[in-house]
């Protein structure tokens, strides 16, 4: 097989290049999904793809799919991608990498004049954040049967604007209907988001799987009143029993050393006046783990500590889960070609799961899939300090193009 390799040039100018769609003056990203810093990185990467002679189809959630032809066009693609939207204070390389890498692996392979023998595909999966409109993994969710598209359209951000309404905003409601589109394999390359690679200063890890999420939305109602006539023995505040239930998840997720987390990001108070008594507090709550068992239990201490806290304080309690995705375990065939990709190109590698989601999580439902992960500055992540050097970016791509062309050679050969 041709010893290609990707330019690392290259690839570290198309991420500067992009970085400049919903910069911060940080130095980060705030390109939410959806918005027009969405649509201006989706327009580059449709000129890029069409540039080096792929078709690009979009479909009903806005799913972007950059098409080269192999020899065997009747074959279903194999795909690489990630996505390009941020959270809202983002980092230059989460989603962007995968997706980066994927077209800086398809231009080596077009620049080489090298033919696969499936079609190759690169994915930008619409809003794997999950942080405008939740849950994360909506598109590629709807795409490999988790979640309906109604549903999925219908989903509302923190302004009450519809996903659907906004996807026909920015002009990327494709025709296709999102899941109608078979894939032989997908492989991800993306970064770590945690600190075990760059800890055990390894090059490469071979994702073998991804943890367990829970996500809910909860909201507590009480007494809006005078902060200054209300006795303390009087009050219904729904902000105290929020406090006290941020604690329990602590507590719930500390329960379970050392893989469990818990976590609360979004609060909203109202009125949230400074003399008047919260009356209504909404929140969302994040659990992960790598087994269900614990996620169940996780679930059931964070159940018990809503009543246990809040009945005593007079407050109404909505809980509603709205993403419960199982622990998944990646194809051995994909994460084979991963681990010989890497040790084509010398690098060192460790074999681990994943901590955060991605759209492979949900991918590998219905497509045999692996991911590729490359090390990030002190393990920090979803902040705009974020960063990979030029030279782990390039090494994740080259071990995704060598994966892929391992896959694909694979893949022919069981079909011919
Ligand atoms: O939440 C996640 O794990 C992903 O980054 N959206
Ligand atoms: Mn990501
Ligand atoms: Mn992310």
Not at 74 to 85: N, T, Y
Not at 110 to 121: D, L, R, S
Request: with cysteine; aromatic share 6%.
């Amino acid at each position: 097989m041709r010893n290609l390799k990707i330019d690392a040039e290259r690839l570290w100018g198309d991420l500067m290049e992009t970085a400049a769609f919903g910069a911060t003056p940080k130095g980060g990203l705030a390109r939410l999904t959806l918005t027009d810093e969405d649509r201006k990185v989706r327009d580059w990467f449709r000129t890029q793809a069409e540039a080096l002679g792929c078709t690009v189809t979009v479909d009903d959630m806005g799913i972007m799919f950059a098409r080269r032809k192999g020899q065997r066009d009747d074959l279903a693609p194999i795909a690489m991608g990630s996505h390009l939207d941020t959270q809202p204070t983002g980092g230059r390389f989460d989603g962007v990498l995968g997706v980066l890498g994927a077209l800086e692996a398809l231009r080596t392979m077009v620049n080489a004049g090298y033919e696969t023998v499936a079609p190759i595909e690169v994915v930008n999966w619409t809003n794997e954040e999950g942080s405008r409109f939740a849950p994360a993994v909506i598109a590629s969710g709807v795409f490999s049967g988790v979640f309906t598209r109604d549903w999925a359209i219908a989903q509302k951000d923190r302004s009450g604007i519809a996903f659907g309404d906004e996807l026909k905003r920015i002009g990327y409601a494709g025709s296709e209907r999102c899941g109608a589109h078979p894939l032989s394999a997908y492989f991800e390359l993306h970064i770590e988001q945690g600190p075990i690679l760059e800890a055990e200063n390894t090059e490469i890890g071979i994702v073998t799987g991804v943890q367990g999420v829970r996500w809910y939305e909860v909201a507590l109602k009480g007494q809006e009143s005078h902060t200054g006539a209300t006795p303390m023995t009087m009050r219904k505040n729904a902000l105290l029993g929020a406090a006290r239930l941020v604690d329990r998840i602590e507590t719930i997720a500390r329960a379970h050393p050392p893989h469990a987390v818990g976590t609360v990001g979004l609060v909203e108070v109202k009125p949230n006046s400074r003399n008047v008594v919260p009356g209504e507090v909404f929140f969302t709550v994040d659990f992960r783990h790598p087994d269900a068992a614990v996620l169940a239990d996780m679930e059931a201490a964070f159940c018990h500590a809503l009543d246990e806290v809040c009945v005593p304080l007079g407050l109404s309690v909505a809980c509603e889960k709205i993403w419960d995705e199982a622990p998944v375990h990646f194809d051995k065939d994909c994460i084979a070609a991963v681990r010989a990709s890497a040790a084509t190109s010398g690098y060192s590698t460790r074999e681990m799961f994943s901590g955060a989601s991605h759209d492979a999580a949900v991918v590998a439902r219905v497509a045999p899939t692996a991911m590729i992960f490359v090390p990030c500055r002190d393990g920090i992540s979803h902040n705009e300090v974020e960063f990979s050097s030029k030279e782990q970016c390039a090494a994740g791509a080259q071990v995704l193009l060598q994966a892929v062309m391992d896959y694909d050679r694979r893949l022919a050969e069981q079909k011919r």
